[in-house]
């Protein structure tokens, strides 16, 4: 059959409040145009994020029943443990309750003043936590990566050239090599097999580990399976292991491809390495086997993960952003191509060229498609990236706007709904005018700030 239907049925459902366009208006007002102050009962469809808004399976709530609250030795944290290493054979698994946590006792351990930190496309809580320890991220993605148009198959791969000139010029400053899979701030991009190996390649020949950040493996792994040459045959976990055979460790946020509503992990083979992070971990979040979470938590996730790698699921997945991406780019609308696992994203940057990038065009169409139509959606641009260390602001590689899709949520009809708000949109876009930044904080300014419109 033609159609891709999503590979589930609704077995409870959760009302949505329909709101007025006067209400919205309103309403952004009041939260100063920053779509991460409003209420969720005031949006119709939340695309903001897919982290932790999924919705969880049948077998993950019966799993919640069986979650053991011991505070150590819990049999929740042996069948989560098992649950990682049979798709990541990493040999220390540091339970945290979210992904930025185990970022924290990463860069805790690697970061410092001095230190240049190296990924194709770190997103905003990675840096955050990199120049939180006074170090510094810098992003090596290919070229292609950085052109929405560009049809390269694996546009999140890092530039191996780059990356080596990069570990010549830094030598000792640099403490650790990342890559992230899916590339989220570069559109949700995959990264090939092929380039995972080059990577890791490099920072081993230099002498430095290499960690991956995970947090949308699965889609990562699909799209290795579907546009790799020599992987097509091959199954999602084996795939999935390949990736993570050749690096030293990870950070997770279980709130994307573990289909939790919380939680996350850090990886690790070195002994040291994890001794240091545990002893953090004790500190800021909970005993080692349970890390924060509670066990009935842990037990989802280990679901979760059976799940993730099904091949029925990642198709449907996969699918729901071709079409609104095929959809929009009939009308005219510069999307990025081709479309991204977790999520379809607006070259805002193009498509509002009468908007200069320090004006944040992604944050104007992101506050006029609420405005219109209730849908919230997120700015992956120069309000995001735009602030530098130093506190200077430039434009950043990309103005986007990113339609995140919580995993097993929304349907057919909402999709069809999203096309038609663009409509709307696209008919009043010549009247859209940029924003200022009124209020700020110095780190990950973009979750608290306030605009004003020009």
């Not at 939260?31 to 005031?42: A, C, E």
């Amino acid at each position: 059959m033609k159609t891709i239907i999503e590979p589930f049925r609704i077995k409870s459902v959760e009302p949505i409040r329909l709101t007025s366009r006067p209400e919205r208006e309103r309403k952004l007002a009041e939260v100063g145009y920053n779509l991460f102050g409003l209420p969720s009962d005031d949006v119709l469809i939340d695309l903001l994020t897919d982290s932790g808004t999924g919705a969880m399976s049948s077998h993950q709530w019966a799993a919640v029943m069986r979650g053991d609250e011991s505070y150590a030795g819990s049999p929740s944290f042996t069948r989560f443990e098992a649950a990682v290493k049979n798709l990541m054979p990493f040999k220390h698994v540091i339970p945290t309750h979210q992904g930025r946590a185990a970022e924290a006792i990463l860069f805790s351990i690697f970061g410092g003043a001095g230190k240049c930190i190296p990924s194709n496309t770190h997103f905003d809580t990675t840096r955050g936590n990199i120049e939180a320890s006074g170090a510094q991220g810098d992003d090596l993605v290919i070229a292609e990566g950085k052109d929405p148009q560009s049809l390269h198959p694996f546009k999140g791969n890092m530039d191996l050239a780059k990356l080596e000139a990069y570990l010549q010029e830094h030598g000792d400053a640099v403490p650790v090599v990342m890559l992230t899979i899916t590339n989220n701030a570069g559109g949700g991009q995959p990264v090939s097999l092929e380039n995972i190996r080059g990577v890791a390649a490099l920072a081993h020949r230099f002498g430095k580990p290499f960690v991956i950040d995970g947090c949308r493996f699965a889609e990562n792994a699909w799209f290795i399976k579907e546009r790799e040459e020599g992987q097509q045959e091959r199954t999602i976990p084996e795939i999935v292991r390949d990736c993570f055979a050749v690096a030293d460790g990870m950070t997770m946020s279980a709130k994307k491809d573990a289909f939790g509503n919380i939680g996350g992990w850090l990886a690790l083979n070195d002994d040291d390495l994890a001794e240091q992070a545990r002893g953090h971990l004790i500190r800021t979040e909970g005993f080692p086997t349970y890390g924060g979470l509670a066990g009935r938590d842990l037990d989802a996730l280990a679901q979760g993960l059976s799940e993730i790698v099904e091949e029925d699921y990642l198709r449907y997945r996969i699918r729901t952003n071709e079409y609104i991406v095929e959809r929009l780019d009939a009308m005219g609308i510069p999307v990025v191509k081709p479309a991204g696992g977790h999520a379809v994203f607006i070259d805002a940057r193009a498509w509002l060229s009468h908007i200069p990038p320090l004006e944040y065009p992604g944050q104007a169409l992101a506050v006029a498609l609420y405005e219109i139509a209730g849908i919230r959606s997120c700015e992956i641009g120069t309000a995001m990236f735009g602030r530098q260390p130093d506190g200077s602001e430039k434009p950043a590689a990309m103005d986007l706007v990113r339609l995140a899709f919580p995993r097993r949520t929304y349907t057919q009809s909402h999709a069809d709904y999203i096309v038609e708000a663009f409509e709307e949109v696209a008919a009043a876009k010549d009247s859209l005018r940029g924003y200022k930044i009124v209020k700020e904080p110095k780190l990950m300014r973009h979750f608290t700030c306030r605009f004003a419109k020009l």
